[in-house]
């Protein structure tokens, strides 16, 4: 059971946009940066999104976080088929006094 | 471009220690804006974060409640790199294991992965 909750699964046509939500609580991402990651099938995960909506370099603008109170959502717009991976997000957590992941979201191009 | 280059054994009895390396180029481990972390995922925890290394006016380490008296994160200045030791596995510690760079000092994500290694606790 993660702290951060997740959909297990969303998809959508190629060239549509699509979100992913993630909620938490007021001790981890009601009151820190919010980070989601892409991982590719037998690949390490990728940092797409940082300190809540930026971008680091070399990621595609497709790519969009937002944040409000204790929940964020990652927007992918202009659908590809190689977006198709698993996203998580991830944020530190002031009670637990750890980092915390989602479950992961598994997307699928139709 | 920091590259994180992680070395292991895939293989680990019950009750034995894992040692993990993670060797650094295009950073270093003595950075004081930086830490340096490890992070297991397995299908029945997720992605599960360990603890860090990292220097500001002295060398800290810092461990998940979970873990914590379980396992070492140490750094090793002389070749640039850091570990990660877990005594007396068990089975729950089957897991693919990474290394990875925080660059925020102090806001916790992570831009930099190593490539993972698939750790297997079995008799």
């Known amino acids: 059971q993660s702290v951060l909750t997740q959909p297990p699964s969303v998809s959508e046509a190629p060239g549509q946009r699509v979100a992913i939500s993630c909620s938490g609580g007021s001790s981890n991402i009601g009151d820190n940066v919010v980070n989601w990651y892409q991982q590719l099938p037998g690949k390490a995960p990728k940092l797409l999104i940082y300190y809540d909506n930026l971008l680091p370099s070399g990621v595609s603008d497709r790519f969009s976080g937002s944040k409000s109170g204790t929940s964020a959502s990652l927007a992918i717009s202009g659908l590809q088929s190689e977006d198709e991976a698993d996203y998580y997000c991830e944020a530190w957590d002031d009670s637990l006094n750890t980092v915390v992941f989602g479950g992961g979201t598994k997307l699928t191009v139709l | 471009q920091v590259q994180l280059q992680q070395s292991g054994p895939g293989l680990v009895k019950p009750s034995q220690t894992l040692s993990l390396t993670c060797a650094i180029s295009g950073d270093s481990v003595s950075s004081k804006n930086a830490a340096w972390n490890w992070i297991r995922q397995s299908p029945s925890r997720g992605l599960e974060w360990l603890g860090r290394?990292?220097?500001?006016?002295?060398?800290?380490?810092d461990y998940a409640v979970s873990v914590k008296g379980r396992i070492t994160i140490n750094p090793d200045t002389s070749k640039n790199h850091f570990s990660l030791q877990r005594n007396s596995v068990t089975p729950e510690d089957t897991a693919v294991y990474y290394c990875?760079?925080?660059?925020?000092?102090?806001?916790?994500?992570?831009?930099?992965w190593g490539q993972g290694i698939l750790v297997t606790v079995s008799s």
């Open positions: 990875a760079r925080d660059p925020s000092s102090g806001w916790y994500w992570f831009d930099s």
């Open positions: 290394t990292y220097l500001r006016s002295k060398w800290y380490s």
